[in-house]
Structure formats: structure tokens, C-alpha cells
């Protein structure tokens, strides 16, 4: 966790120098606490404090990249038990699993669906980052094969799973430079392959069967000099996984260090619905990583949305920018839509205009990521601000007709929105999902 001013203060000289450009040693501390200055600054810490507060200041779950380059992925930092208390940084990697065991044909098919695992959601887009490929065949030279399509089929960074030791040094000096994630799931093999991590340049999973087995192992691989340590307590099943990764990163936020590594879980269930399930809890609480067998994409989006709703700052809004937007080969006689600028809202109103096949323009008002009634409630979607909109968007040169488009769900605002800006005000659908039908059947020119 970070630390306070005056825990910080205990380990400076305490001598109100000056040198460092402040009046006081705890002025300066009050500054680092606040991360805005950092220790370098003090010519006069002695290499005990400085190593005391280096540790201290640590963050509680160690960094781990995986991948390489443009394929460069982070997980860990995080520093919070509740996202309210913040937010959470590092969004969970989704990995999807293939077998070496899978015939030629089942093995491509999967492969290519993999590939194909992105989406755009509210504007962004989003997908699975990692291919698990599960030495299921206990054959090396099979591992090794598979490793190699897996990553350049998917053009995904790899996780390598293995009971062997050595088999995951033979897959990843077939991905050498490309970093993948080493994970032994035999605990005997635990050391063998932190030593094949550190030859190889990667970063290592382990398990065990209880966070007291896991504690002692992390410990263990930490003192051979590897800190690239992701963790998987061996718990399966959602009951169980749920209670390990919350006691995990509860012992992580209390400074306990050896469990203070991004943890991995496995999505177990028996029907591809509760898989969903199960890896959307992992998402929320609090895998770094997850691997499942789910392949198909309406499976996958709902755990995607999941994490993109989560790993969000709840105290900020996801907005667009307020302006006109259009959809289509728009003309004089398009139809205008109102609605606000939060994201998830307007691109709801984007998606049906787009089904409709109705050429329009939407006008995204600024209500600082608010919807349309949370906006309405606190007075920031009214008349003025949409007949202020109007004006500044220059809709009035581009359409021939004063006809406006109004969310349902705020028919009462047509009538000063009328006064105000001098145009009809039609009521359209109260959910989005209304608006295709709206704009083929009703709207009028």
C-alpha cells in the first residue's frame, strides 16, 4: 500500500536541510507521499531508508509482462480491494485454451475462431489477448509444434501449460523473444521451471493446493532471484476460486509478499453458460488472468463487456464528445436525433440508426457522461442545453426541415425545447431498441 507522509518522514535524515528544494524534511515527505517528487531528490538519505522505503513502497502485487514488443502485456500493480476506493488498473487477460491432443482439423478450426475473438463495444475495441496451449499429450515435441501455430495463427501471446519442466523449456525456446507465460501445473516441477523462467527470459505460474503451500513455493522461486511470479491458489470451481483470489488479494493489500503476485483462474464448469458465469466472477474479483474453454464470440462478449464495465473509473463517466455525428449518406430531408453524450448511451442510438438503414444525425449533447435520465434528474439535459447544442452543432445549415427526434423517456421536455430553439419536437422510442422500427415506420419528413 502507499505510504503515508509521516511514514515516510521516519526513515529522512530529519535535518530541514533544504537541499532538496523544501523548507522541511516532512514538507518533502508530505510531497513523495503525494508522488510528487521522488526519493532521488534528497542527497542525504542514508541506503538503509532508501532500501526501507524502496520496499515499502513496492506496490502490493508485483508487475508481470507478458509478450513482447507490440504484443506487450501488463498485469499486476493493482492497489485496491474495492473499485470505488479508486479504480482498478490493469484490466484481466481472457486466454483461451487448445489441446495438443486435437486433431489437425479441430485444431485449425479452433485456432482460427481464436484469431477472430475481437469486438467493438461502445466505441472500443476488445477481444481475447492470450492463447493457453495445454500440453494435454504429456509430448514434448507435440507442445512444441502447437506453441509455434498457436502464436502465429492467433497472433496472440502464448500461455505455455505443462506438468513437465522440461517440455516448457523446449516450447518457449521455440517462442524465444516472444516472452510467453510458463505454467507448471505439477508443484514438484515448481523450482525446475523457475529455473527454465530465468534462462529463458519469462514469466512463471505456479500452483499449489492451498495459499499456505503457495505462500512457502513463491517464496521459494522469489529467493532464486525470479519475480516475474503469477499464482494460481488450485482451487477450481466458482465457490472455492472466488474465496481464494479474494483471500489472495486481501494477504496481497496487508503487504503479505508472498502472495502479492497477479493470480490466475480457470473457468471449470460443466455447460458453457456457467463457464460464462464463473470467468465474469474472475473478471470482478480478481483474476489477472483467466482460462477458459469458451470459443464462441456470444459466449466471450458478455464476459468482455464484463471487464470493460469494470475496469472503468466509476468516478468518471465513459463519454463521447458532445457533437453532430452522422450515420449514413446523410441529406437535407435526415432525421435529427437528441440524446446524451454517455457512451454506452449513444452508441445504443448509434447501432439501432445504423439497422435501420435511415440516413441520420445524432446529436450528442454535453452531459458530462451522464444518460438521458440521469441527465434529465439533475437538470443537465433540458432545453437549454439541447437548444444550446443545436445551435453551436450547425444543423441548421445541413437539414431543410426544424424536426427533432426526443428519448421518450423525456416527452416532457418537447414543449420547451420547442420555445427555445424554434423547432417540432417528435417523441421517439423510450429504448433504443425502438428506434429502427421508429425511423422506418414513423419518422416523417
Not at 445551435?391 to 427533432?404: T, W
Amino acid at each position: 500500500m502507499a505510504l503515508t507522509g509521516l511514514e515516510i518522514y521516519k526513515h529522512l535524515p530529519k535535518t530541514n536541510c533544504k537541499d532538496c528544494g523544501f523548507p522541511t524534511c516532512l514538507a518533502f515527505a508530505m510531497k513523495m507521499a503525494a508522488k510528487q517528487v521522488s526519493l532521488d531528490k534528497c542527497p542525504h538519505v542514508t541506503p538503509e531508508a532508501k532500501a526501507a522505503l524502496e520496499s515499502a513502497a513496492r506496490p502490493p502485487i508485483q508487475l508481470v509482462t507478458i509478450g513482447a514488443d507490440a504484443q506487450e502485456l501488463k498485469i499486476g500493480n493493482e492497489t485496491q480491494l474495492y473499485r470505488h476506493e479508486e479504480k482498478f488498473y490493469r484490466p484481466t487477460l481472457l486466454a483461451v485454451r487448445v489441446w495438443d491432443t486435437l486433431e489437425p482439423t479441430a485444431l485449425s478450426a479452433r485456432l482460427e475462431a481464436i484469431a477472430g475473438l475481437t469486438f467493438e463495444r461502445v466505441g472500443t475495441k476488445v477481444g481475447v489477448e492470450l492463447v493457453a496451449v495445454d500440453n494435454a499429450s504429456g509430448d514434448a515435441a507435440r507442445f512444441e509444434s502447437l506453441a509455434r501455430q498457436a502464436v502465429e495463427v492467433t497472433g496472440r501471446p502464448a500461455v505455455l501449460m505443462s506438468a513437465k519442466a522440461d517440455n516448457l523449456q523446449r516450447a518457449a525456446r521455440a517462442l524465444s523473444g516472444k516472452r510467453p507465460l510458463l505454467y507448471i501445473s505439477d508443484p514438484q516441477q515448481a523450482l525446475a521451471a523457475a529455473a527454465v523462467a530465468k534462462a529463458e527470459n519469462c514469466p512463471l505460474a505456479v500452483r499449489a493446493e492451498s495459499l499456505e503451500a503457495l505462500a512457502e513455493l513463491t517464496s521459494k522461486i522469489a529467493a532464486t532471484g525470479l519475480e516475474q511470479i503469477v499464482i494460481d491458489p488450485g482451487a477450481r470451481g466458482l465457490k472455492g476460486t472466488l474465496e481464494a483470489l479474494t483471500r489472495i488479494r486481501r494477504a496481497a493489500l496487508k503487504n503479505f509478499r508472498p502472495l502479492g503476485y497477479p493470480a490466475i483462474a480457470f473457468t471449470t464448469a460443466a455447460t458453457p453458460l456457467l463457464q460464462v458465469v464463473e470467468a465474469s466472477t474472475y473478471v470482478a474479483k480478481y483474476a489477472a488472468i483467466v482460462v477458459t474453454d469458451l470459443i464462441e464470440r456470444w459466449q466471450l462478449l458478455p464476459v468482455l463487456a464484463t471487464r470493460q464495465d469494470i475496469f472503468t473509473d466509476p468516478q468518471k463517466p465513459v463519454a463521447v464528445q458532445p457533437k453532430l455525428y452522422t450515420v449514413g449518406e446523410v441529406g437535407a430531408e435526415s432525421p435529427v436525433l437528441v440524446t446524451t453524450n454517455f457512451s454506452l448511451t449513444y452508441y445504443s442510438v448509434e447501432g439501432e440508426v445504423e439497422a435501420s438503414r435511415v440516413p441520420a444525425y445524432i446529436l450528442s449533447v454535453d452531459t458530462e457522461g451522464t444518460s438521458v435520465l440521469t441527465a434529465w434528474a439533475s437538470d443537465k439535459f433540458n432545453a437549454s442545453t439541447i437548444t444550446k447544442a443545436l445551435k453551436a452543432s450547425g444543423i441548421e445549415e445541413r437539414v431543410a426541415h426544424r424536426k427533432l427526434i426526443l428519448p421518450g423517456l423525456v416527452a416532457v421536455l418537447s414543449a420547451g425545447v420547442e420555445d427555445e430553439s424554434g423547432w417540432l419536437v417528435q417523441i421517439g422510442p423510450k429504448e433504443a431498441s425502438g428506434i429502427s422500427s421508429y425511423l422506418k415506420n414513423q419518422w416523417k419528413n
